[in-house]
């Protein structure tokens, strides 16, 4: 079983991964989306969509949404959360390797480094293929990551956070491959018993992730250093692809 396979990881560091100020935050974050592409409307898929932050916001402000992700227990939340705030969204509950639905999309979202999971980087472009075909001519795909230039720039090897509810998570890291990887170890500590969880993901530069987005068919990419649109560069925090179709 593979890292994000397991739905352990998401139920026991939800609280860490997605507290509510996550959640509040999302209305800004769908506003400065929906800037940077210029999209006014129409059919959003939210690729990795978690428990539904920016698909719920989505779908608040009128337009179609589709949110998929693997886990059915984020999922689950995603669902609770729609249903009471009166919001109709489609949920689909699959690997990001599979989805695909041809030109039914005029925006699509990769947020909060949802990309890079897989061992084969094969796999990273076949997600991008995919998305690329479900997109109308002239669609729009954000993603968002922690980009390579700013974890050389900040590298850290552990780190602990309080959390809440009293818990401590202490995270430990590994460059691996080349540059290309990073391989974590989260420690989640609460009353007195810890819980290891390891997993590790494919890490990007800015002109990595706009070669493979090139690569597999977008026209056009532009970078910034995050959802606001500012520059990307050395101080850059997040990096944030506007690719089209």
């Excluded at 920016?54 to 959360?81: K, Y």
């Excluded at 990309?115 to 094969?122: A, I, M, P, T, V």
């Excluded at 390891?198 to 970078?223: M, N, P, T, W």
Aim: glycine share 8%; aromatic share 12%.
């Amino acid at each position: 079983m593979e890292w994000f396979e397991s739905e352990d990881f998401w139920r026991e560091l939800y609280p860490f991964m997605f507290p509510e100020e996550r959640f509040a935050a999302a209305r800004e974050e769908v506003a400065y989306i929906l800037a940077l592409t210029n999209c006014h409307g129409g059919h959003v898929l939210d690729l990795c969509c978690g428990p539904g932050r920016h698909s719920l916001e989505f779908a608040q402000q009128g337009f179609h949404v589709t949110g998929v992700d693997r886990s059915p227990f984020l999922l689950e939340i995603a669902r609770g959360r729609a249903a009471a705030a009166g919001l109709a969204v489609e949920w689909i509950e699959t690997d990001m390797r599979r989805f695909s639905r041809a030109g039914a999309f005029d925006l699509a979202c990769n947020i909060f480094t949802s990309f890079g999971y897989f061992r084969d980087e094969e796999d990273d472009l076949r997600v991008l293929r995919n998305v690329h075909a479900s997109l109308r001519q002239g669609g729009a795909l954000v993603i968002e990551l922690l980009g390579k230039e700013r974890i050389a720039r900040m590298w850290q090897s552990a780190s602990c956070d309080d959390l809440p509810d009293g818990s401590k998570l202490v995270q430990r890291r590994q460059l691996r491959d080349d540059w290309s990887r990073i391989q974590s170890e989260w420690i989640l500590i609460r009353d007195e018993t810890a819980r290891t969880f390891h997993f590790d993901h494919a890490i990007y530069s800015g002109r990595e992730i706009k070669d493979r987005l090139l690569l597999c068919g977008f026209r056009q990419v532009q970078l910034y250093g995050n959802l606001a649109g500012v520059p990307y560069g050395v101080d850059a925090p997040r990096l944030v692809a506007v690719a089209r179709k």
